[in-house]
């Protein structure tokens, strides 16, 4: 199999039909569900993908009794795919933006600190100078975020780049680290304690993220680093609601940065335990792919972010 050419796509007659079919497959795995997800019949979902694999001069799947599995090349079409299917189902989402009057489309993919602190701050100014772009917001942990902005489901993400993920697809512009702070209830009995002590706290149950998330690695490092063990009893919850209401209602502890906790924790409620030492988790940025075209309402946005950036913080 030689090498395929620029517009390999072009010579091979890459059609739209190809590409919902690999998304198709991507998500049942067997060419007759594919098919009646696509209203066509089997034997013409097996044409189009027999036609494809002639055409490129390999096999994009590896034929089974119970269905297709995407080899190397199947899984990079697949990919490939569904970003292509999703910039086309958001071109449909911004044209129907424009024709109702609206300025266009914003989706950003937003860490929970600059939720509550940058972003606010830059949708509200937006909304002053371009009342009718709509913004969507996703909050998320940074894993879910890039691999959404690879997949296309966000224009641009506030994150960090975890572990697995090749820096060379990205422009990654750094805004700050996120401070993280622990919380109890106000009724706590660490509550009036002024810098309760870390190996007291772990004989609390604790809500956390969920392993491998940034945060949590954070709270896990600073453990093992003062030789104690993990709680005995853990909730692993990415839902912020979640650990506030464990907290609000019995001797749980949560970690949070400290921005969300001082504007959610009501201090009637909530008590911010007082620590010796700053805690925080590395610096999380601006992230966007390279040799992206944004459209002019993202490239607005961002361009007000990265101007916000420099800032100094209002007091």
Known sequence: MGTLPEDWFFRSRLKLRHLQLFVALGEQGNLHRSAEVLGISQPAASRLLIELEERLGTTLFERHGRGLSPNLYGELMIRRARTIIDELERAGEEFNAIRAGHAGLVR??????????????????????????????????????????????????????????????????????????????????LAEQPVPALSTMVDYPWALQPPGTLMRQRVDDLLRHRGLEPPHWIVDTSDLATSLALVNASSFLTVTTRGVAELLCDPQRFRIISSSTRLSVQPYGLVSLRRQQLPPGVAAMMRLLRQLIRQPPPI
């Open 108 to 189: 950003v993919g937003t860490v929970m600190e600059p939720a509550v602190a940058l972003l606010t701050r830059a949708i509200e100014q937006m909304h002053g100078e371009r009342p009718g772009l709509r913004i969507n917001v996703h909050v998320d942990v940074s894993r879910a975020l890039i691999a959404g902005l690879m997949d296309g489901h966000y224009n641009f993400v506030i994150s960090r780049i975890p572990a697995g993920f090749s820096g060379e697809h990205f422009v990654f512009e750094e805004i700050g680290e996120e401070e993280i702070c622990f919380v109890c209830s106000r009724s706590h009995p």
